[in-house]
């Protein structure tokens, strides 16, 4: 099952859904009562922009790039590269834990020692898997939505916030700042990832989930639109 990104979804929407249009446009009003009850400023999705699309490589394409940035955040470490196995792995499934204030004490066994987390990519984290809204503004903290308020995900996060957690994860894996997710040389790396050379090439899927990301990032702040996971 595939992941799909949007940005622009209202002005994809406008002039081919109406019903889809007016589902979202709903929605963006209810993330705007979300705003206000956090202190913070409206956004004005816009009706009328530069839409863009991507794909990941299905909810374990995210989480590939999830991981990276659960082990860059408790030492500094990358982990073996991503095979698109479906398991869990245990410091994203610790930081989890962390983050929701639990003792994940079945984790820590696995390690053999406790980790510290720093917390420093909770945009990417802490967000919904299938479905959610990243709003081109800057806050801190992911935003939890209260069940009534019904906003797909339940999380809001930043876009700029997201952005800087995956340029610290492009910086680690030395992604080439030329490369798109269209890329021939990326596209040949998720299919046949390099055993040495360069190590983004070695982690060809994580490499293609965080430059599609990014470019949703750079999408969204232009246009002044949310990131939208659909």
Not at 69 to 80: E, F, K, Q, V, Y
């Amino acid at each position: 099952m595939g992941l799909a990104l949007e940005v622009g979804i209202l002005a994809d929407l406008k002039a081919r859904d109406t019903q889809g249009f007016a589902y979202h446009a709903d929605v963006f009003k209810r993330l705007n009562s979300l705003l206000a009850a956090r202190g913070l400023s409206q956004h004005n999705e816009p009706d009328n922009c530069q839409v863009w699309s991507g794909e990941m490589m299905g909810h374990s394409g995210l989480d590939d790039v999830r991981r990276i940035g659960a082990h860059l955040d408790c030492d500094g470490s990358l982990p073996a590269p991503s095979k698109g196995e479906d398991r869990t792995d245990p410091c994203l499934a610790e930081y989890y834990a962390v983050a929701n204030r639990e003792q994940p004490s079945l984790v820590r066994r696995f390690f053999g020692r406790a980790r510290r987390y720093r917390r420093q990519f909770d945009h990417l984290i802490l967000h919904g898997d299938a479905e959610g809204y990243y709003l081109p503004m800057d806050f801190n903290h992911v935003l939890f939505s209260p069940e009534e308020l019904e906003i797909p995900g339940g999380m809001v996060g930043s876009v700029p916030r997201l952005l800087a957690e995956l340029d610290r994860i492009a910086e680690a894996l030395g992604i080439p700042e030329d490369l798109t997710e269209a890329s021939d040389e990326l596209l040949e790396a998720v299919t046949a990832p390099s055993s040495d050379g360069k190590l983004w090439r070695r982690y060809g899927r994580e490499s293609f989930g965080c430059v599609t990301l990014r470019e949703g990032c750079r999408k969204a702040l232009a246009a002044g639109a949310a990131l939208v996971f659909t």
